[in-house]
């Protein structure tokens, strides 16, 4: 059994923190400093850093974790120059062990052209890091709509019971642009007012079930007959596109 702890950094990042027979990892932390005070408070020593991608939010507190910890920095291969303290590389197919629960490594490129996903697959966890959101997905800063839409795509295969865990509460506001593009979605209007309720608490949104993303997040469905037509488009490649582009522009 893979315990997850869910620590909040920075305006809207959420860092991981997994334990496993004893054995710790932390994943994408881009700040120490709430990691140490987590680590401090619970007496763990850390045994790895899993990175999902190399951007700032996601790195920047591995140095500071490997000054206090011997840990491993596991990260894709291609991205050995980007990421600090780099030590285990990883690519598609790849599993790596955490304690007794093992990661199989999904290459997600879009975001960021070496990104990926670690699934624990017998736990039913994800971690996509900025792939895909609840209600959204990340931005396209290197890939192509293609290598996005392919991504999605691939996570979409995974069991509808699935818990998505991704690195930004970014959901209410993704849920008021879902809205927008799919106004008559049950399931959709649902999971915002859902949405409304855990934030007026003050309490994340995130992990969120593959079955509900796969029924209201509009990236997932742009092979949707209903979205395809509001969308104008032909193909659900198209579709995507234009959904990402209007979401950008939102
Ligand atoms: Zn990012
Ligand atoms: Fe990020």
Known sequence: MLEVYQIEAFDDNYIYVLKSEGVVA????????????????MEWQLDMVLVTHHHHDHVAGIL????EFDCHVVGFESDQQRIPGFTVWV????????GSS?????????????????YFKE???LFCGDTLFSLGCGRLFEGTPEQMWTSLQK?????DDTQVFCAHEYTQSNGRF???????????????????DLRDDDL???????????????????????????MEATTPLECFTKLRLAKDKF
């Open 102 to 118: 093992v990661a199989e490594i999904i290459e997600i490129p879009g975001h960021t052209t070496g990104h990926i996903a670690y």
């Open 64 to 67: 500071k974790l490997q000054n």
């Open 26 to 41: 932390v994943v994408d932390p881009g700040d120490a400093a709430p990691v140490l005070s987590f680590l401090h408070e």
């Open 155 to 159: 996570i979409k295969t995974l069991p």
């Open 204 to 230: 994340p949104t995130v992990p969120s079930f593959l079955s509900v993303e796969k029924q209201s997040n509009p990236f997932l469905r742009a092979d949707d007959a209903s979205l395809m037509q509001r």
């Open 123 to 125: 736990d039913g966890l």
């Open 178 to 196: 879902a809205l927008k593009v799919d106004p008559d979605n049950q399931a959709l209007h649902q999971r915002c007012e859902e949405v409304d």
């Open 91 to 98: 690519q598609e197919g790849d599993e790596i062990e955490v």
